[in-house]
């Protein structure tokens, strides 16, 4: 498990499955202002893009697109496993391709603009967010597990019946 911090993070997996978050899941609001490089190295690797509460790399302001802050996916592999883990559903997002790539838009309601959340770089094939290499986690996953006894502070990682990573603290 790779693990960013604040601002802009280089983040490389190894050699094997690894969970590859960018972000600090623990901050208030993870990923404002910062792009991270994410680079899988072509295996099955896990990138995680949100969790239960958040969607990471949206800097919460109606009036960007989120040019500012969102992640660089590079070596995803769907055909090797690799799978990417988004807050929500597949109908808060869609797929644009780019030149180089495609970004995953999280579609904002009203006037406020849609936010740039990834750009996944030289995709290797045609994307679509309802395929299994996409997995949504929301709070109302009623699948998720119940942790009682824990010491106060800790950071806890679980993983869901459907696949998703969850991080939280506690």
Known sequence: ???G????????GGTGNDTLIGVNPTTTQPCRGEI?????????????LGDLSNVYFDD??????????????????PSQGATIQRHGSASDYRLVSVSGGTQIILDKSGTELDEIIARIEFSPTELSLTESYFIYVSAVDTTAPVLANLPPDMLVEATMPSGAVVTFSL
């Open 5 to 12: 911090g604040g601002g802009n993070d280089v983040i490389n």
């Open 36 to 48: 991270d490089y994410v680079n899988g190295w072509d295996n099955g690797d896990r990138f995680v």
């Open 60 to 77: 919460a302001d109606p009036t960007s697109d989120g040019a500012a802050d969102f992640a660089r996916v590079v070596s995803f592999a």
């Open 1 to 3: 498990r790779f693990v």
